[in-house]
C-alpha cells in the first residue's frame, strides 16, 4: 500500500522559474492538504481539498496554485518561484467530513525538498 | 487566536530515562489534539490522538499524553527512552471534522547513550 506519494523528493529552482510538485494517495480519502515546514516553525498550511474541483487557501497561500481534478492527485504549482519558498513541502491526505469513514488524522507523504536560488 | 507552543525547542535525554514533552495550545473551540513524529528524511506519523473521554491516552512506541484542559495542555511522555526515539516531536490542534491542523514548531529530542 503505497499511502500519500510525492514527487520529485528534491528539487533546486532557479528564481523566477515555475514547477509542480506532485502528490497521489491510494486511500480513497475526500482530503487533502499541502503543508511547508520550515526550520523552527512547525509545518503551514498553504493549501487544502476537501474533494474533486474544491480547493481552498489555507494559512501562507500566496506565490501557490492548486488544482483537484481526481480524488487521487493534489498537485502544487509555483509559479514564479522565490527564495521564500526554499522550504520542505508536505502533501498530506485524510478522510473527514459526513463521511461515515473518519480517519481522524492525516497521513503523510516524505516530503518535497524544494531550494531556490 | 489560534496557536501551538512548544516550549523546549531541543531536548536531551540519556537511554532509559524518562520524558516529558510540553505542549500547550490555544484554541477556541473543543480542541483535538495530536502528537506527531518525525525521523530524519522522512514524513510525519501519528504518536496519538485525544478528541474526547479519558484524559490520558496511549500510543504508539510506548508513549503517552495527558490532556489538561485547565492548564491548555497535552504534554507527551514517555517512562524509558530507546535511541530510536530521537526525533522530532510536533503537537497539533485542530477540528475534528477538516483535518486542517495547527502545528507547533517541534521539539527535537535527542538520546544519549
Known amino acids: 500500500n503505497a499511502g500519500v506519494t510525492q514527487t520529485p523528493k528534491f528539487r533546486i529552482l532557479k528564481i523566477g522559474q515555475s514547477m509542480t510538485l506532485q502528490c497521489a494517495q491510494d486511500m480513497n480519502h475526500n482530503y487533502m492538504y499541502w503543508y511547508r515546514q520550515d526550520p523552527g516553525m512547525g509545518l503551514k498550511l498553504i493549501y487544502y481539498s476537501v474533494g474533486a474541483g474544491i480547493t481552498d487557501k489555507g494559512e501562507v497561500p500566496n506565490g501557490y496554485n492548486v488544482s483537484r481534478s481526481t480524488t487521487e492527485d493534489f498537485p502544487l504549482r509555483l509559479e514564479l518561484a522565490a527564495p521564500s519558498q526554499t522550504s520542505v513541502y508536505f502533501c498530506?491526505?485524510?478522510?473527514?467530513?459526513?463521511?461515515?469513514?473518519?480517519?481522524?488524522?492525516?497521513?503523510f507523504g516524505e516530503g518535497s525538498r524544494l531550494t531556490v536560488l | 487566536a489560534q496557536s501551538v507552543t512548544q516550549p523546549d525547542i531541543h531536548i536531551t535525554v540519556s537511554e532509559g530515562a524518562s520524558l516529558e514533552l510540553r505542549c500547550n495550545y490555544s484554541?477556541?473551540?473543543?480542541?483535538?489534539l495530536f502528537w506527531y513524529v518525525q525521523s530524519p528524511g522522512q514524513g510525519l506519523q501519528l504518536l496519538l490522538k485525544y478528541f474526547s473521554g479519558d484524559t490520558l491516552v496511549q500510543g504508539i512506541k510506548g508513549f503517552e499524553a495527558e490532556f489538561k484542559r485547565s492548564q491548555s495542555s497535552f504534554n507527551l511522555r514517555k517512562p524509558s527512552v530507546h535511541w530510536s526515539d530521537a526525533a522530532e516531536y510536533f503537537c497539533?490542534?485542530?477540528?475534528?471534522?477538516?483535518?486542517?491542523?495547527?502545528f507547533g514548531q517541534g521539539t527535537t529530542l535527542q538520546v544519549k547513550p
Open positions: 498530506a491526505s485524510g478522510s473527514f467530513g459526513s463521511r461515515s469513514f473518519n480517519t481522524g488524522e492525516l497521513f
Open positions: 497539533a490542534v485542530g477540528p475534528r471534522n477538516t483535518g486542517k491542523l495547527i
Open positions: 484554541y477556541g473551540a473543543t480542541p483535538y
